[in-house]
Nanobody
Framework: QVQLVESGGGLVQPGGSLRVSCAIS????????MGWFRQAPEKERELVAL???????NYADSVKGRFTISRDNSENTIYLLMNSLSLDDTAVYSC?????????WGQGTQVTVSS
């Protein structure tokens, strides 16, 4: 059973930084794609960033240049480093992982940007 456990959300001031983590219960090398979605109240869910098995990355236009997704194969964990956070980045951030069968989800972690 594949499980994803997120951590690192919280409250941060505008302009600040935050890093969220997503640990997976299997080897990341078994996973084709991992990444993060986010959803703010009354907004559609948005794909924020993803990283493929080969290490390629892709970002939403809204976060390019500010967010960085990375992976630690030895820890079976991916990270999302978020810099220059703004009020619009407030959302629940959910980690996902795709293998050859299905998509798995983490429980979500709240990121709140507020002064």
């Amino acid at each position: 059973q594949v499980q994803l456990v997120e951590s690192g959300g919280g409250l941060v001031q505008p302009g600040g930084s935050l890093r969220v983590s997503c640990a997976i219960s299997v080897s990341v090398l078994r996973i084709n794609v991992m990444g993060w979605f986010r959803q703010a109240p009354e907004k559609e869910r948005e794909l924020v960033a993803l990283i493929t098995k080969s290490g390629s990355t892709n970002y939403a236009d809204s976060v390019k240049g500010r967010f960085t997704i990375s992976r630690d194969n030895s820890e079976n964990t991916i990270y999302l480093l978020m810099n220059s956070l703004s009020l619009d980045d407030t959302a629940v951030y959910s980690c996902f992982a795709d293998d050859n069968v299905r998509r798995y989800w983490g429980q979500g972690t709240q990121v709140t940007v507020s002064s």
